[in-house]
């Protein structure tokens, strides 16, 4: 899952005067509650709420690519950040690789007074400090139709400085549980202090049926799976002449870990992959099982099913602390037609409630796309943000959503994208019977009834 502070994509834009005086400083994020101590050397990051100032990740400098102002290096992790120009006179984006948006920087003069002191370590102030975050950067309390206020008015008088690290863990769960959120999460060191939200449903397939959900769908294909990204894509043919494509996640797509390898590796692949597309009548992409992971991979992949250049959605974050309705400006992502090899032609999606977070913005990013792509299966998961890492003052985790996707002026968080044709995913007759009925009916829109 997207648990890193904040994953952010590329945005190119205009010149500035000098590299120093662009990094040097202070600067606010719009929206994110950070707070970054830039020098020549180090990128310092805090995590800031009215009533904390939480120490996040450092940063060393390295050397800068062309038209970035600065770029630091995480400490004791392969992870690069660069500060990018804006377009705004002052302003910068905070950009990292592997998302679909950056966070702009507004320069700041001074610290705000509440960093000036550090945040008390007590099961009070960890409770405070929790349930302040989620008050100024949780984007779907009226969504969830959850009452924030009176839940931490409920929970607050459960806790005193005496409270055990077991029992604040159990109150600050039972907090957000209810919002069965699947970009939640809250954990420690102790292994059994952890906790990750998930939509409730009864089309969940176990997960220790999800080798046979695999296996099932691979007897409909005419011979071998050919697997690729470190097997997290798999691609074979249903007919001579359909092809077909399972994702199951969109991550860990080369063996260093790290997105610019793993796109590299995926654009080789869907070359590969699509090299006879000239002679196919139709495609099948299936998301069905697929925990998410970086969002520009699936506008990559969507980049080879269309012959113009379109709008996936636009990305935005939650501005204001005080009103959860306001949000910053979208930054737009394009699926960019290529002149590399794909299909044009008609395409069918198989989705369901495990096509979970990035499987859902490829999802989204189809939406547009001509000809129409014919969604089979069930609602996805129903989370789009990245999530918002956070740390508690005794060194606990969490994490929340803070944005959405929009498409044409919608979104789908919550109850997730809707399939054009409803068809159960993996129930237990399906399974027993070794039967993909989506898949079925993937064929039959494609022109091809089949079973196996």
């Known amino acids: 899952m997207r648990h890193c502070p904040v994953r952010l994509a590329a945005v190119m834009c205009a010149a500035i005067p000098s590299v120093a005086a662009a990094q040097s400083g202070l600067w606010t994020s719009e929206g994110y509650g950070f707070l970054f101590d830039a020098s020549r050397d180090t990128l310092r990051a805090f ?13 060393s400098a390295v050397p800068a690519p062309a038209g970035a102002a600065a770029a630091y290096r995480f400490v004791g992790a392969p992870v690069t950040v660069l500060l990018l120009p804006d377009t705004k006179p002052g302003a910068m984006r905070f950009h990292m690789n592997g998302a679909a948006s950056d966070v702009i920087l ?30 100024e950067h949780y984007g779907f309390f009226d969504l969830k139709h959850a009452d924030w206020a009176a839940v931490v008015a409920a929970n607050r008088a459960k806790v005193s400085d005496t409270t055990s690290p077991a029992q604040l863990f159990a109150v600050l769960q039972g907090m957000i549980e209810p919002l069965h959120d699947a970009h939640t999460y809250i954990g420690g060191a102790d292994p059994s202090l952890r906790f990750s939200g998930s939509r409730a449903g009864d089309d969940r397939v176990p ?45 860990r797509y080369a063996a260093d870990g790290s ?105 989204q ?33 969490f994490g929340l959503p803070n944005e959405r996707f929009v498409t044409n002026g919608k979104t789908y968080d919550g109850p997730g994208i809707p399939p054009s044709v409803a068809v159960p995913v993996f129930p237990p007759s399906d399974l027993a019977n070794s039967r993909d009925t989506a898949i079925e009916k993937a064929l039959e829109i ?6 196996p």
């Open 47 to 59: 995590e800031v709420t009215s009533i904390s100032c939480i120490p996040s990740f450092t940063a």
């Open 106 to 135: 507004r320069p700041a003069s001074q610290k705000p007074a509440v960093c000036d002191r550090p945040t008390p370590n007590t099961p009070t102030s960890n409770f405070d400090v929790f349930a302040k975050t989620w008050a």
């Open 207 to 251: 997960r220790d049926q999800w080798p046979r959900a695999f296996a099932t769908a691979e007897k409909y294909l005419m011979g071998p799976l050919h697997k690729f990204c470190e097997g997290q894509l798999e691609f074979g043919m249903l007919t001579p002449d359909i092809g077909y494509l399972r994702i199951r996640s969109f991550g």
């Open 259 to 363: 997105f610019d390898s793993g796109l590299v590796a995926l654009e080789a692949a869907l070359d590969t992959i699509f090299a006879g597309a000239r002679s196919w009548k139709g495609f099948v992409t299936d998301v069905r099982i697929n925990g998410g992971g970086a969002d520009p991979y699936g506008l990559a992949i969507a980049s080879r099913l269309t012959g113009k250049d379109y709008v996936a959605y636009e990305k935005q974050a939650r501005l204001d602390p005080n009103d959860p309705t306001k949000w910053t400006p979208g930054q737009t992502s394009w699926v960019r037609a290529t002149t590399r090899p794909g299909f044009r032609g008609p395409v069918v999606h198989l989705t369901g409630i495990h096509s979970v977070s990035a499987a859902e913005t490829f999802t």
């Open 365 to 397: 990013a189809l939406i547009n796309r001509e000809p129409v792509v014919t969604r089979v299966g069930q609602n996805t998961q129903g989370v789009f943000s990245d999530v918002l890492g956070r740390r508690l003052p005794n060194g606990w985790r």
């Open 446 to 451: 494609l022109g091809e009834p089949r079973r």
